[in-house]
């Protein structure tokens, strides 16, 4: 009997093990064990091949003595494995593009939440979640979710802002199926249907291509509404997570 149970505890402890930390974790990380002002200085955050969450984020933030103006901080485990200055030069200037960590109300927890949700609607399965957050035109602190098959071929990618939950974006989605179901029943192959652009669609009301775009249209609403619902019961607020 106790060799049964020394042998559960052996087995679990692997799968316990895998628990990786959210983003808000990561982001506590170097506000405690670096500086409490580096949070207020984080340009992006990045996780990739999470399953669901990722082993590694790595955060960009804004520093004024870096080559580049920027320093990247990579955490594991909850504790700080490195810091350098990325090889190549952020996009644009990081002023006015540092994430305000007051309009955080989605951890990747919940965004992942959000992005599998969406997944399961259009029918696309996946094994591999990446995270990027970051601001969008308009200031607001957006996650742009990449969902990967087993192959690590990209299946879609949803874009969530992270202040309300709401769904501004969906690519490659809505088809109904992906290249791992094709190879699970080859079948689904055939006759894929297929989106064309808006003035194609305008132009033939009748076309199955319209159809198609019509129940697209018609997912992405249901998908939005969804997101509404489902943000209430996963919202978390990063300033009450990281004061608690």
Not at 13 to 32: C, F, H, K, M, W
Not at 149 to 154: G, L, V
Not at 162 to 179: F, K, L, P, T
């Amino acid at each position: 009997m106790w060799k049964f149970l020394l042998a559960s505890l052996l087995l679990a402890a692997p799968v316990l093990a895998q628990e990786n930390s959210s983003a808000y974790e990561a982001l506590r990380v170097i506000g405690t064990q670096l500086n409490r002002q580096l949070v207020n200085r984080v340009v992006s955050v990045n996780g990739v091949d999470g399953d669901p969450q990722p082993r590694t984020w790595k955060i960009l933030v804004e520093d004024k003595t870096a080559a580049n103006g920027v320093r990247e901080i990579a955490v594991e485990d909850n504790r700080v494995v490195s810091q350098r200055a990325p090889n190549k030069s952020v996009v644009g200037s990081t002023q006015g593009a540092t994430i305000n960590t007051t309009k955080l109300n989605l951890d990747s927890t919940g965004a992942y939440t959000v992005a599998a949700h969406t997944a399961e609607t259009s029918h696309v399965t996946f094994s591999l979640t990446s995270y990027t957050l970051r601001t969008d035109d308009h200031g607001n602190p957006v996650w742009i979710v990449t969902l990967a098959d087993r192959a690590n071929r990209p299946v879609g990618t949803i874009y969530i802002r992270a202040s309300d939950g709401r769904i501004s974006r969906v690519e490659g989605m809505y088809q109904g199926r992906n290249m791992e179901q094709v190879e699970v029943n080859p079948e689904a192959a055939e006759n894929p249907p297929r989106v064309e652009n808006d003035e194609q669609v305008q132009n033939d009301d009748e076309t199955d291509e319209n159809l198609v775009f019509k129940d697209v249209k018609r997912m992405f609403r249901r998908t939005t509404r969804d997101a509404t619902r489902m943000f209430h019961k996963v919202q978390r607020s990063f300033t009450d997570f990281f004061n608690r």
